[in-house]
């Protein structure tokens, strides 16, 4: 059964950089989409950007543009999410999820995905 571990996390400043890693324990994500969703105290859960694992095609919601960038390895068993230009409302918990995708090129980052992570919390403060 596919699982999936996320790392990076941790205290952050404004300004500064995280990688996280959503690892998906030796499971071959050839045919899957992968998307980090994040969620701050007392909000609902967000996506933030997935990647479709053979296409490589990605999405970012708005408010990440220009400052994440999501990446997989070339095994097909890690996925990254690289964070810079951190913001105070960056804060949260931030979950990797998986979705099978055998024929569509294309991810989304919609709350419908069906494998999720524990989580990683990223706090950025001063």
């Known amino acids: 059964q596919l699982q999936l571990v996320e790392s990076g996390g941790g205290l952050v400043q404004p300004g500064g950089s995280l990688r996280l890693s959503c690892d998906a324990s030796?499971?071959?994500?050839?045919?899957?989409?992968i998307a980090w969703f994040r969620q701050a105290p007392g909000k609902e859960r967000e996506g933030v950007s997935c990647i479709n694992m053979r296409s490589r095609s990605t999405i970012y919601a708005d408010s990440v543009k220009g400052r994440f960038t999501i990446s997989r390895d070339n095994a097909k068993t890690t996925v990254y999410l690289q964070m810079n230009s951190l913001k105070p409302e960056d804060t949260g918990v931030y979950y990797c999820?998986?979705?099978?995708?055998?024929?569509?090129?294309?991810?989304?980052?919609?709350?419908?995905?069906?494998?999720w992570g524990l989580g990683t919390q990223v706090t950025v403060s001063s």
């Open positions: 030796g499971f071959t994500l050839g045919y899957h989409n």
């Open positions: 999820a998986a979705e099978r995708s055998p024929t569509a090129p294309i991810c989304t980052i919609l709350p419908r995905y069906v494998n």
